[in-house]
């Protein structure tokens, strides 16, 4: 596969991967001192950031030694498993890799959005472009600095691996069986920081809600509230940490489970060998650079409106994804893409597009979904909840059949339906499409919880009511953008998964050849057999029962916060006259806390479900486990992710006063639509409090499930491809 | 096939379906000339139990003409498929007779409830064993209908097709062929009753809930609420005929679907042709002497706890199942059934009660997770929704486990993996296993809406304190049984659901061997092809929209019985006084119409889909599309059936002041658990209302798509097969 005219085209295209890896990591940087260039404000918007920030570091720290452990565990399971032969032996070193460069790229993030967000206010008592482009920027470094980390080193372990292994036709799928190890360790950091995150954020929100807004009447983000420095700790921990592994390791996984699909490309396809595995590098390496035009793009007047604000945003967005079109057509011009894989591309570009689109629509209080949602609050809560559960339940429509179109055009254009090798990896490259632009879509998203903060500080420092203007038009944006990105992540989450679970069918077979043993990858894997069936069944399942455990952590960690405001409360009533300061450094303590004690079940089921699975049912049952879970997964996440956020913009709707309705119905039983305190308001509370752990918990560790799932399968398969038939041929299945 | 040994003991076993089914249906007779001999009470109480019967009735006829109207429609489009030869030609007619015995079953059932309820509510005026009879007697018409018409007239197609088919190789899979149409015609008629009459019902339910409840604080059932007459009737409508025709469906769908795959046994399995076609109908007959015996058992005595109560309606319904596995071991010595055979038999009967078993467990208050979720009342609606959708979610790990674990156990006790035709076979068999005994399963299943209808006519009629007390322990067993009912429903309608997937396959390869086409059945139908995995996204997406469709139905009908009973009360004063009498029947002309307007687009849906998929992505995408609404809907279903349940129950849990917690909390606080209109029990409310259509509606509704889809997809297997290599060559997918 290796043959001399790879290798001379590969010597080429192996230096740009890094350079642009390497031009991320430095525009990242040069981000990050511009944004410390700005000042910080007054004393006391110092205090409150560097309180922010303290906790936001002692929950990373906390989170960072649950990982290190876990992380450590396996490395040992690995080694043993490599010792006894059912693993390659530099497997366990690129997970640690995986592991280590995730946790780091969101550390970097996190530090620099807390840095960010006074910063972001203080600009913001000048003019409202000044603070876009602080939390814009800082939100960059996120994105910039997950892409260049995720490229440079599954670049440097690729290119360590061809020196390392031995020249021949496995070399290949050797390599990138190590490299599936280096995105399982990414994949781990991601479940934790995600559903640690999660539980973080959701805790801390619900909590001083609970017994801040609904008990005691105090606005949000009152300094008065306890839990108020856990709150914004927790946008930054959520939003900013959590996203940002959920996406690396899609895009790690996208990519390398691009490049194993590459590596084994049957003889029809017009691409082959290196050129094949190097391609979603390349396409990755362009993105790069067509994400920092655009992230240069962003800017506004000195005063705008919150359209011409969504305006320049886009514009960035918009401008990166035609560079990338336009590059890739370049490369079908060099020749090192075929016109069918550019459609592939295309396809995962436009089924992203369209998928956050959808998002906007069903989740916008401009659109008929969640004024309708809105305007059942008149009915009160119950009423409520039904229509935002029902938009949440139609909302997948659209982005099923988006992924659905896309997988099938990428899969087809190429020629996949004549040689299903190339298909599958079409359906890689689309995934590695959507996802290329990472560095700007992730900036947008990252942007969110810092203009968030930056409100948050403003409040509680007390300044003007104009600079709290200008924050509040950043967030409301910043709202948008990041249902979109969640809408994003989601769809992407969902095609890489699919790669991978097409890699995972690839190394399956890969390790059975290596045990000499047969592996029917026919009828057995049809899907009328009881065993995928059995698989596909568990893995609906598996999605429902993984939410409900996220969704039980939030109460339980919400619980323990509304327990200790209102102690904090009762025990020193000078907190709520405002003469005495409330103990913010124990909230925070409680939901990192609760956030690492209730991650562990979730945790355990996304890991051990697979293998257990695997070593009962075999082969047809892991694939159906991975294929339901996605399946019915992507569908409930599109719904959580939508039905909450959905509810968040119908209550803020009503507090606008923004819902119309006929007059046709009796007014002496009518709660009026308007304002805060209204009975129609208290009914969008609850939605917009059902809301919280769906949009911000379960939902985004849907993505998580659903690619750690696959990538835990994929790692263990020696393991069950060994064992499981013996397990079989004693239960009588086989 | 058709052996001389076969012919002969066909003979003798010919005789014993129809002698079983006249048997049940003599005794239905029976027990409702016995319950019409009990008196009806006084004047104001026949009047009431005249007003439901007549709303009910109404509401029948309505909804027949429109069935009507469908079933005309698809009778017509048959027949232009078999002049065109894409469908057997006495289809068209098997269709019509399964729609109308469906819908006769129905009346009947719905007509002894109607007669029934007053005649409880005067026997509870003796005694509690007295009420407890006349309403188990009466629902066991219903159960012993359903049964009797279902096998009598599966038995009646049988015969006549072997009469009239051509002998020769292919007369058993022409025959099954054309009683698929028999099934697709109960299967529609299934649809509108069950998503009709749950819209009816809930329509109704929250209506009047929400305007006199809520708003007025006038209790449940008080004859100044306009929607009382609606609210009961819906109960009947959706309870007793919804169910009914849902589980003569599945009934009817298991026999036929098992009998199908019996025509094609392959050569390993030692039992064959005839034998195999007639082994389902023999076990239904059985399940009818056995469901007979069980219905006697039950009774208690005078005065009896709640415990006693559900003592006795489990004694008969375990007598059932211990009687059933007795039979069937019976037929194992006569050599009519293997061993393997047997077992699968048993897992399908275990499966129902272990499903029965987690729903009690998973709603009663008795347990911790419906505890839990009144527990969480105490800090309000958002955090008891949160917990309710939690538990709900849960909820679904023990029914599928237990579906998984009978599907492997039923397929491959017989051989199924060493050959699938027979593992597919015992599956069948497992579903008409766990659906045999019905006759008495059903019986405590329609019961329940009896009882409450009894005690709504205890209330209007102003009875004493005491009647009202029995009857409310009548209905409290009530809620229960038919929480476990709405488990084995849906646990009956998955294993049906995949007798029928299986039957499906079936039938495709038998088209396409007819019109002489390749029809690849392995690799193209593996899990990991495009066109599957595009089937599967669809399916699990579909799931979730037929939901919300359902949902929003519900929604909006209910608004229209709010706005009218508004109006009532506010037209006229003296109807809240007591003075004047209500417009009832303007509440329940609005449900009607509601319920028929709006269960079009979720039909249309259920209906359409399979075709529109099955002509763009063939076959593979039809089998996805099945077998994603089954696994994804079937962990659906079991949220909403049981977090509905958990949450009704935990309403009444607060009422009850039943629930105990730690003092370790802030008293001031704290909504104290206690009793009506207390801040926790309104928190109740929201979730009891929220519940309502999940349980009653949406849940039982997918129930039906998981059955119709499959039905639908084989009617129209020729028109599929035949058309869709067209479009894909045209779309470029082949």
């Given at each position: ?26 525009s990242a ?9 700005h000042?910080e404000?007054?004393?006391e918007?110092?205090r ?6 303290k906790g ?10 649950l990982?290190a ?11 043993v ?14 997970f640690v ?30 003019s ?5 482009k ?11 600095v ?8 599954l670049?440097a372990?690729l290119v ?9 036709p ?5 390599v ?10 990414a994949?781990l ?8 995150g ?5 805790a801390?929100?619900v ?6 807004k609904?008990?005691?009447g105090?606005?949000?983000?009152d ?12 946008d ?8 940002g592994?959920?996406?690396?390791e899609s895009y ?8 194993a ?21 390349l ?13 240069l ?8 409106s ?9 514009r960035g ?49 401009e659109?008929?979904?969640t ?15 039904i ?12 982005p ?5 179109t896309?997988?099938?055009v ?7 339906f ?9 359906v ?12 700007i ?6 942007y969110g ?29 910043g ?6 990105g ?5 769809g ?9 679970i ?14 000499g043993?047969?592996?029917?990858t ?6 009328d ?5 059995a ?5 609906a ?12 952590a ?6 323990a ?7 904090q409360?009762?025990e ?33 089921l ?19 486990l991975l ?8 569908a409930?996440a599109?719904?959580?992710?939508n039905?909450?956020g959905?509810?968040d ?27 805060k ?24 560790s849907?993505?998580i499930l659903l690619?750690?799932m ?15 038939p013996?397990?079989?041929?004693w239960?009588?299945?086989?």
């Open positions: 596969m290796l043959s001399g005219k790879d290798r001379g085209m590969g010597m080429v295209w192996f230096v740009l991967p890094p350079f642009a890896a390497l031009l991320a990591l430095g940087f040069g981000f990050y001192r511009w944004v410390l260039g000042g404000g007054t004393a918007m110092r409150i950031a560097a309180a922010v920030r936001a570091l002692a929950y990373l720290r906390s989170q960072y030694r990982v452990l876990v992380v450590g565990g396996f490395f040992g399971l690995l080694i498993l490599s010792l006894l032969d059912l693993q390659r032996p530099l497997v366990p070193f690129a890799t995986g592991a280590f460069f995730s946790g780091f790229a969101g550390f970097l993030g996190m530090r620099t959005a807390t840095m960010a967000s006074a910063r972001t206010t203080e600009a913001c008592r000048g409202l472009n000044r603070g876009l602080i939390a814009f920027r800082s939100g960059a470094v996120m994105g910039l997950v892409v260049g980390f995720g490229l440079l080193f670049w372990w360590l691996l061809l020196r390392v292994a031995p020249e021949g496995d070399q290949l799928a050797e990138t069986t190590t490299l599936l190890g280096f995105g399982m360790g994949s950091q991601a479940l934790f920081a995600r559903v640690g999660g539980i973080y954020t959701k801390a929100d909590g001083a809600d609970l017994v801040g609904v008990e005691e105090i606005p949000e983000d300094p008065r509230n306890p839990a108020t420095i856990a709150d914004n700790v927790g930054t921990v959520g939003d900013v940490a959590g996203m592994a959920d996406l690396y790690c996984g996208s990519i390398l489970a691009t490049a699909l590459g590596a084994v490309l049957g003889p029809a396809a017009q691409i082959s060998g290196l050129e094949a595995v190097l391609a979603p590098l396409l990755a390496a362009l993105g790069i650079v067509v994400s920092l035009v655009g992230i793009l962003v800017r506004c007047r000195e005063e705008s919150m359209g011409a604000l969504l305006g320049a945003l886009d967005v918009r401008a990166s994804a035609v560079l990338l079109v336009l590059g890739a057509l370049g490369l079908v011009f060099l020749g090192l893409l075929t016109w069918g894989l550019f459609v592939s591309v295309v396809a995962g570009l436009l089924g992203g597009m369209v998928i956050g689109w959808s998002t906007g629509y069903y989740t916008s209080d659109h008929r979904p004024r309708g949602i809105a305007d059942r609050a008149r009915t009160g809560a119950a009423t409520l909840i229509e935002g559960l029902a938009v949440g339940m139609l909302s997948s429509a659209i099923v059949t988006a992924i659905v896309a997988i099938l990428a899969f087809g254009a190429p020629g996949g004549d040689d299903p090798s190339i298909g599958l990896y079409g890689g490259l689309a995934a590695v499409g959507m996802l290329s632009t990472l560095g879509t992730l900036a947008t998203d990252a919880p810092i203009a968030d903060n930056a409100g948050g500080n403003a409040e509680m420092a007390g300044l003007p009511a104009e600079v709290r203007e200008r924050t509040d038009a950043l967030d409301r944006l709202n948008t953008t990041a249902a979109m969640k809408g994003f992540a989601i992407s989450a969902a095609l890489t998964a699919l790669a991978l097409a890699t995972y069918l690839m190394s399956a077979e890969f390790w059975a050849q290596q045990m043993q047969e592996l029917d026919g009828a057995a894997l049809r899907l057999q009881p065993l995928v069936l698989g596909l069944f568990l893995g399942m598996l999605a429902f029962v993984f939410c409900a455990l996220t969704m039980k939030v109460g339980r960690a919400a619980f916060m509304v327990e200790e405001v209102r102690r409360f009762r020193d009533p000078g907190i709520l006259e405002g003469t005495a300061e409330p103990d913010y450094d124990r909230c925070v303590g409680i939901s990192t806390r609760a956030a690492q004690r209730q991650m562990v079940g979730p945790a355990l996304a890991v051990g479900v697979p293998p257990a699975v695997g070593l009962i049912l075999g082969v047809p049952g892991v694939l159906g294929v339901g879970g996605l399946t019915c997964g992507f409930l599109c719904l959580l992710n039905a909450g959905a509810w913009n119908a209550k803020k709707a009503i507090e606008k006063e923004r819902v119309t309705y006929e007059e046709e119905t009796d007014p002496a039983h009518e709660h009026p639509l308007t304002g305190s209204s009975p129609s308001h208290r009914a969008g509370v609850v939605g917009d409090t059902v809301g919280d752990p769906f949009k911000d918990t379960s939902g985004p849907l993505n690619k750690l696959s990538m835990v399968s994929i790692v263990f398969t020696p393991l069950v491809v060994k064992v499981s013996l397990i079989q041929g239960l009588g299945i086989h």
